[in-house]
């Protein structure tokens, strides 16, 4: 399996993402912003940091670089996407997930360690999180406050369109709409999360919750090539 | 071929949080103020665009503005 990781000017998170994938046993490279191509990768993730300075609006400039046409291609044609933190908000931008992120209920940049309860484990993000398990993440960002109104938001709890949501003890650290803190698209492929999964993937770093994403996409993908009868 | 300059003012939308005008209309004690409310902090931004009549120069701003300057699920803009 190949995951490629988008760098963008201003990202901070891709080379821990890229670390964590192969520790999940995957194959990852680095996808340069400039460049309209995702180099046949399975998985592309949108990593974390301050995409384009942040200016305008969180992920409003980097959805228009070149390597993004390349993206929603790439999930048009039923590509695996994960946007984390700054990567779900050009995500969110882009339309390739519903929603917008609004600056933290607090007015402050939030950090600190988030506990999510996981709504649905048929996703290749999620498939290997056992029953009944929460996951420990950290969080670290200004605008995460998830918005849709009202009416969508109904809509996108009745296509089961949210994966992820703050829970207890640490409960909602951004004001988020019905505690949602990932969602996922219609198809099941394309998911976005504020939370830092790659930040949480090694016991030493406080928490491996994060690992059981990684793991999870790389067991869909395998057992996928291995059904189409192991072609790569 | 002629320049048209637009001013494209982006708000927050009704019932949207708007943190920096929160922030503003907290700090006002500070001045002595007490007697304004209802604060609310947008954008505004300048340009210029190169067209042969002033609708084909407003069409390029309308697409900026609703693509790029807002976001139409949380800001509105007016054009002028």
Redesign the interface.
């Known amino acids: 399996m190949k995951v490629g990781v988008v760098v963008f000017p201003g990202s901070n998170c891709d080379r821990d993402a890229l670390h964590v994938v192969r520790l999940a046993g995957a194959e990852a490279v680095s996808l340069w912003h400039e460049d309209p191509d995702t180099q046949g990768a399975d998985l592309v993730i949108l990593p974390g940091g301050f995409a384009y300075g942040d200016h ?2 969180a992920g ?1 400039l980097a959805r ?1 670089s070149p390597v993004m046409q390349a993206v929603k291609a790439h999930a048009a044609a039923g590509g695996l996407v994960m946007g984390i933190c700054n990567g779900f908000q050009v995500m969110a ?1 882009a339309g390739l997930v519903p ?2 992120l ?4 607090s ?1 402050r940049f939030e950090h600190g360690w988030v506990r999510l309860s996981v709504e649905r484990r048929d996703t290749p993000f999620t498939a290997a999180i056992p029953e009944g398990r929460t996951l420990r993440m950290p969080i670290a960002h200004g605008e995460g ?1 998830y ?3 009202d009416a969508d938001l109904d809509a996108l709890e009745a296509s089961r369109g949210v994966l992820f949501r703050y829970a207890a003890p640490d409960g909602n650290p951004n ?1 988020s709409a019905r505690d949602i803190a990932g969602v996922i698209a219609p198809n099941g492929r394309v998911c976005g999360l504020m939370p830092h999964p790659e930040r949480a993937a090694e016991a030493i770093l406080g928490s491996d919750d994060g690992m059981l994403l990684f793991r999870s996409i790389v067991e869909s993908v395998g057992a996928t090539t291995a059904a189409a009868g192991g072609a790569r | 071929m002629s320049t048209y300059c637009f001013v494209v003012s982006v708000m927050p939308k009704e019932g949207i949080l708007d943190p920096q005008g929160r922030a503003v209309e907290t700090s006002l004690p500070h001045l002595g103020v007490d007697n304004v409310h209802g604060v609310r902090v947008g954008r505004r931004v300048e340009l210029s665009v190169d067209a042969a009549t002033e609708a084909e120069a407003r069409a390029v701003v309308e697409r900026l503005a609703g693509e790029l300057f807002a976001n139409p699920l949380i800001e509105a803009w007016t054009v002028g």
Not at chain 1, 102 to 105: M, S
Request: glycine share 12%.
């Open positions: 305008l609006r409003v228009f931008e929603g917008a609004l600056r933290n209920a007015l406050n918005f849709l109104p004001g």
